[in-house]
């Protein structure tokens, strides 16, 4: 495979390519000799419009330019991660499905060597909780969020990029829960809200329809990690945009194979610890068209550290018991106090019907009861099942009334199939100023190796065990 080692070379083959005919560049696309697909620059409405139906606070509509670039129309597979890096930390097996059960680390770290490999300049150095981003190298990279974005929508403006509705004809996602299903679950009002099937695994990275620029699975199959940290949108700052210079979280766009349709929208973000690895999470790489003379330097920001003695907070909200049972064996494992969160109207009925009302109008329902003394607290281990993709809206008021700047806060889930859903990233954009740890889901009660999978949870986020 033949690789151009400068940017004189890309350059010259960029202005051959604009010599031809005139081509609608919205529209179309141009292969580099790398297998990368040339993505011509303009300028987009980043973000959701606020007529878009369950979009979030983050996702401001701003106009944003960037320059042209290429990238891969797949993600990276699993044949492609284990030639470059030596192993395949991946959930499913295929050699042909994308690589998943990757840190944001692992998918820099992945494009350094891939440069190095080929003869190109590495694009980042790491040192400590610094990453810088040379932005004159040649090299493999991942895309920023506004090139993620940019590309997706290849040139639309509607929800998804085949329009405002989708399903696993043309995204691999989980097709039980479409867009807008949480307002057509009990009456269907909405005709265009079908449901489809759901795969419950990744496929190839070749399936199903590419989008107008010629690439795959820019929806759904692995949610894909971006080099932003997560932040608000800066507007002003509106051209070749990279994300906050700090932060805690790296932006992941696109949505799994285990998402809700909500998820797979165009504008949606979510927010995930960059040392966390998901089975719905991979990445694909790109390349500048064109050297930006520029180092963008980002650094970790928050310095939270348990004491060697932590005070451990258990704070769950359980339905059908499967959650508190978890909470009381973790209460065993650490001797944390247990505090169970309860409504002062507590939900009655078909949970789904009934949870699915406060959900659709963001209600925050009251609670019965506080924790005393909150602050005395470092490590509050978060329990809830997982509801229509997300925390159950008491979660929400918990979060919400008390101060948990400066905590570890780590989550636990129940759930019937759909694992954490983006829970942890909505758990994660709340509490910007605390550390959410590695999350630990298990389906219904868990089994019998669940006190097990306890202990390593514990484990890997460095909470001790009592003796």
């Known amino acids: 495979m033949k690789t151009e080692n400068n940017f004189e070379n890309l350059e010259n083959m960029e202005a051959l390519e604009l010599e031809e005919e005139n081509i609608d560049s919205i529209q179309s696309y141009t292969q580099f000799s790398d297998n990368l697909i040339l993505i011509r620059g303009g300028s987009f409405n980043m973000g959701s419009p606020i007529s878009e139906r369950q979009r979030d606070r983050d996702e ?19 044949k492609d991660y284990r030639e470059i890096m030596g192993n395949n930390p991946s959930h499913f097996s295929g050699d042909n499905l994308p690589v998943e059960n990757v840190t944001w680390f692992d998918a820099i770290n992945y494009c350094n060597r891939l440069s190095e490999r080929r003869g190109l300049t ?15 190298a040649n090299g493999y990279r991942l895309l920023t969020e ?67 620029f010629g690439l795959y699975n820019m929806h759904g199959n692995v949610s894909e990690w971006c080099f932003d940290y997560y932040g608000d949108y800066d507007t002003r700052n509106a051209t070749n945009p990279a994300g906050a210079i700090s932060g805690s979280l790296r932006v992941n766009r696109g949505g799994g194979y285990n998402d809700f349709g909500k998820h797979l929208r165009s504008a949606y973000r979510s927010a995930t610890n960059p040392m966390d690895r998901d089975q719905n999470l991979g990445f694909r790489i790109a ?46 494992k650490t001797g944390g106090n247990l505090f169970e969160i309860r409504m002062e109207r507590p939900y009655r009925g078909n949970i789904y019907e009934v949870s699915q009302i406060d959900l659709n109008r963001n209600v925050r329902p009251r609670l019965n009861g506080r924790v005393q003394n909150i602050s005395q607290y470092d490590i509050i281990l978060l329990g809830y099942p997982t509801w229509w993709a997300t925390m159950p809206m008491p979660i929400f008021t918990f979060i ?46 868990g089994g019998r190796g669940l006190s097990g999978r306890i202990s390593e949870w514990l484990a890997e986020n460095g909470v001790r065990e009592r003796n």
């Not at 509509?61 to 597979?77: A, G, K, L, R």
Request: no cysteine; aromatic share 12%.
């Open 146 to 212: 506004a090139e993620w974005e940019y590309a997706a929508r290849a040139g639309t403006t509607t929800v998804f990029n085949n329009g405002n509705q989708i399903t696993s004809a043309n995204a691999n996602f989980h097709g039980s829960y479409p867009y807008l299903i949480e307002e057509n679950y009990v009456s269907r009002r909405d005709s265009s809200v079908v449901t489809s099937s759901y795969r419950g695994s990744t496929v190839n990275v070749s399936s199903l329809p590419a989008n107008q």
């Open 400 to 445: 919400e009334e008390y101060d948990l700047k400066g905590k570890i806060i780590i989550p636990f889930s129940s759930h019937g199939g759909t694992m954490f859903g983006d829970s942890v990233s909505d758990l994660s954009k709340l509490v910007k100023d605390s550390y959410v740890g590695f999350g630990l889901e298990f389906n219904y009660s």
């Open 287 to 332: 390349r500048n068209s064109q050297a930006i003379n520029d180092t963008i330097t980002t650094t970790y920001s928050l310095n939270i550290r348990a004491p060697q003695n932590p005070k451990i907070l258990i704070a769950y909200f359980s339905y059908s018991g499967n959650t508190k049972n978890a909470a009381e064996i973790i209460r065993q």
């Open 60 to 78: 401001a509509q701003h106009s944003v330019t960037i320059n042209s670039f290429y990238v891969d129309p797949y993600e990276v597979t699993q």
């Open 122 to 136: 590495p694009v980042y150095s790491i040192e400590g909780n610094t990453v810088r981003w040379n932005r004159n």
